[in-house]
């Protein structure tokens, strides 16, 4: 019954230590992929800011001297240079919920390219659907607790049978 009891305890920390992981971490990461005959773009998108990386297919080198224009939901909006060598933007339309195409224009070195993709914003879920959260993991340990139950079940019947 000690095992039992332990086991039981090592399921109930381990579960409740991935939910606090998850709630240490921030919502997943939205993240936007564009690929172009020169340029790879990355965008990643936090609260109503989206930092925007951009490099050259040819070499893989980032671009950190380009023109970068992003057309969102019907706006288009100039992109600031980044410390890190990137571009940033702002829109308030980034904390809508939903799916949405996104299109990026890329000018540098004489060079002029639009990228597309499609930016999937957080459901207002806190970044789950389902998967992972805290009633998942309710089901999950209710289910180890009645296969636990099961398994003494049966491990005290063999015992009684094996002492008649």
């Known amino acids: 019954m000690n095992l039992l009891a332990a086991l039981g305890a090592a399921i109930l920390?381990?579960?409740?230590?991935?939910?606090?992981?998850?709630?240490?971490?921030?919502?997943?990461?939205?993240?936007?992929e564009a690929r172009g005959a020169h340029?790879?773009?990355?965008?990643?998108?936090?609260?109503?800011?989206?930092?925007i990386h951009v490099s050259r297919i040819l070499d893989n080198?980032?671009?950190?001297?380009?023109?970068?224009?992003?057309?969102?939901?019907?706006?288009?909006y100039a992109t600031t240079a980044s410390i890190d060598g990137g571009y940033e933007f702002s829109a308030p339309q980034l904390r809508l919920p939903g799916s949405a195409a996104i299109a990026f224009e890329i000018a540098a070195g004489g060079v002029d390219e639009t990228l597309r993709g499609v930016v999937r914003m957080p459901d207002g879920t806190g970044g789950h659907?389902?998967?992972?959260?805290?009633?998942?993991?309710?089901?999950?340990?209710?289910?180890?607790?009645?296969?636990?139950?099961?398994?003494?079940l049966i491990a005290r019947r063999r015992k009684r049978e094996s002492g008649d």
């Open 39 to 51: 340029y790879r773009l990355v965008g990643l998108l936090r609260a109503d800011t989206m930092d």
């Open 13 to 32: 920390l381990c579960g409740f230590g991935a939910m606090r992981a998850q709630a240490s971490t921030p919502a997943a990461s939205r993240r936007v």
């Open 129 to 152: 659907s389902g998967h992972g959260g805290a009633r998942q993991l309710g089901w999950w340990v209710l289910n180890f607790a009645v296969c636990i139950g099961f398994l003494a």
């Open 61 to 76: 080198t980032p671009v950190s001297d380009a023109q970068v224009t992003v057309e969102f939901r019907g706006r288009t």
